[in-house]
T-cell receptor
Framework: SQTIHQWPATLVQPVGSPLSLECTVE??????LYWYRQAAGRGLQLLFY??????ISSEVPQNLSASRPQDRQFILSSKKLLLSDSGFYLC???????????FGQGTRLTVV | DQQVKQNSPSLSVQEGRISILNCDYT??????FLWYKKYPAEGPTFLIS?????DKNEDGRFTVFLNKSAKHLSLHIVPSQPGDSAVYFC???????????FGKGTKLTVNP
């Protein structure tokens, strides 16, 4: 069966520090991978999605970047965090956009 | 711009009654629609979906209705149970795109 792992669960980082959130999927190959952020009053905002290794589509210009160094690994990064980067970050995978997306447990990021 | 709108941030219903959650979308090219349920500090989980070739899909207590001309879909929960209390997100996608776009969510509270 397929599983998705996302870590860490919570993170408190100072403004200006770097960020690296990792997401891995097991039990499937060539999944679509997604990063979403849930901020207060903003719902689930699509940040990045990837349909294959090295293929990243960015949805919202911002202080974040994403990479997919391996088929089932998706990384969300920042060189210098801003206060506005605080939120609940969710990684998801699907077999295709018309297939069910399965989400990780999320990372609560607080930038102080 | 918001492609998917859930205009009611919250909804409160009595146990046993019907819950109706609404979602509007702007792009007539969207052709696949999903509902997800989310508890606090967890990732969303898939609930039910509908393709644009249908106008209704039913799964147990959950029914999704699609009105393509109005670009509107709704989720009906009958009968509502306290365990249904959660945030409900609608999501849309379209053929040829791997994007999965979510609305802002509606918080449903089912009172015993």
């Amino acid at each position: 069966s397929q599983t998705i792992h996302q870590w860490p669960a919570t993170l408190v980082q100072p403004v200006g520090s770097p960020l690296s959130l990792e997401c891995t999927v097991e039990g499937t190959s060539n999944p679509n991978l997604y990063w979403y952020r849930q901020a207060a009053g903003r719902g689930l905002q699509l940040l990045f999605y990837s349909v294959g290794i090295g293929q990243i589509s960015s949805e919202v210009p911002q202080n974040l970047s994403a990479s997919r160094p391996q088929d089932r690994q998706f990384i969300l990064s920042s060189k210098k965090l801003l206060l506005s980067d605080s939120g609940f970050y969710l990684c998801a995978w699907s077999a295709g956009a018309r297939d069910i997306a399965f989400f990780g447990q999320g990372t609560r990021l607080t930038v102080v | 711009d918001q492609q998917v709108k859930q205009n009611s941030p919250s909804l409160s219903v009595q146990e046993g009654r019907i819950s109706i959650l609404n979602c509007d979308y702007t792009n007539s090219m969207f052709d696949y629609f999903l509902w997800y349920k989310k508890y606090p500090a967890e990732g969303p989980t898939f609930l039910i979906s509908i393709s644009s070739i249908k106008d209704k899909n039913e799964d147990g207590r959950f029914t999704v209705f699609l009105n393509k001309s109005a670009k509107h879909l709704s989720l009906h929960i009958v009968p509502s149970q306290p365990g249904d209390s959660a945030v409900y997100f609608c999501a849309v996608t379209q053929g040829g795109s791997e994007k999965l776009v979510f609305g802002k969510g509606t918080k449903l509270t089912v009172n015993p």
